[in-house]
């Protein structure tokens, strides 16, 4: 087993030892019903307007608030953040030294071949607005990836293209730790339902991986690969 592979067990078991299994279930589970909910508004609500328009957004918000609605307790809280422009929210999980967020995922969406005018108008506005007001355009979460404090990882519910008629239920949902600088790549980027043997492998054991000495064995992985010019 090589380096990036035993990088990528121990990020597994670090997942775990942080996230309850139980309470992956409950995030899970939640996000579920929030397909659900979604798509059965969806339908009622718009029976000419093309869902391409309002559906990711509801997908998106609707996800959001069940997560948001997840109980507190020691282990694990859900806060409600803004968005960097702000203008958006989005649910920031915190159990132990990791950090989640989630973000539905269109697959195949191609996105806009030019900008329109009316994105440039607000993207001036926006320019104008952070000037005045640079508190509202802070970000309130941590980076992605390998941070100094946390663990910074994305659950991605996967959804058909808007011009299909169900979107009742995720394709897939994907766990990804993205490099510090996301565009560089992932650590891990796998289907959520393969951290379940890692769960089964550790059972009742205690597990003890100090999230510092993690973070800068991933460091050293990204710094390698930028070195050698190119991800593992």
């Known amino acids: 087993m090589n380096q990036a ?33 979604s798509d059965s508004h969806l339908k009622e609500t718009y029976k000419h307007v093309p869902l391409a328009g309002p559906g990711p957004q509801s997908h998106h918000f609707t996800v959001q608030e069940a997560l948001l609605s997840l109980p507190k307790d020691e282990k694990l809280e859900a806060s409600n953040q803004a968005t960097k422009p702000a203008g958006g929210y989005y649910a920031l999980i915190r159990a132990g030294t990791m950090q989640i967020t989630t973000s539905v995922i269109t697959v195949g ?77 992932f650590h891990l980027y796998m289907d959520v339902s393969q951290l379940w043997q890692y769960y089964n492998e550790i059972g009742d054991e205690i597990v003890d991986i100090a999230y510092p000495t993690l973070r800068d064995r991933m460091r050293r992985a990204e710094n390698r690969d930028q070195n050698e010019g190119g991800n593992e």
């Open 5 to 37: 592979e035993l990088n990528k067990e121990e990020l597994c078991r670090f997942i775990c030892q942080e996230l309850p299994s139980h309470r992956l279930q409950q995030m899970l589970e939640s996000i579920e019903a929030a397909f659900q909910k």
């Open 109 to 185: 969406r191609t996105p806009p071949i030019r900008d329109a005018k009316f994105r440039r108008d607000l993207s001036r506005e926006n320019e104008r607005l952070e000037k005045q007001h640079p508190d509202l355009f802070k970000a309130s979460a941590s980076p992605l990836g390998p941070s100094q404090e946390a663990l910074h990882a994305l659950l991605l519910p996967h959804t058909t293209k808007w011009s299909e008629s169900d979107h009742s239920s995720p394709i897939c949902v994907t766990l990804a730790v993205p490099y510090s600088d996301p565009s560089a790549g």
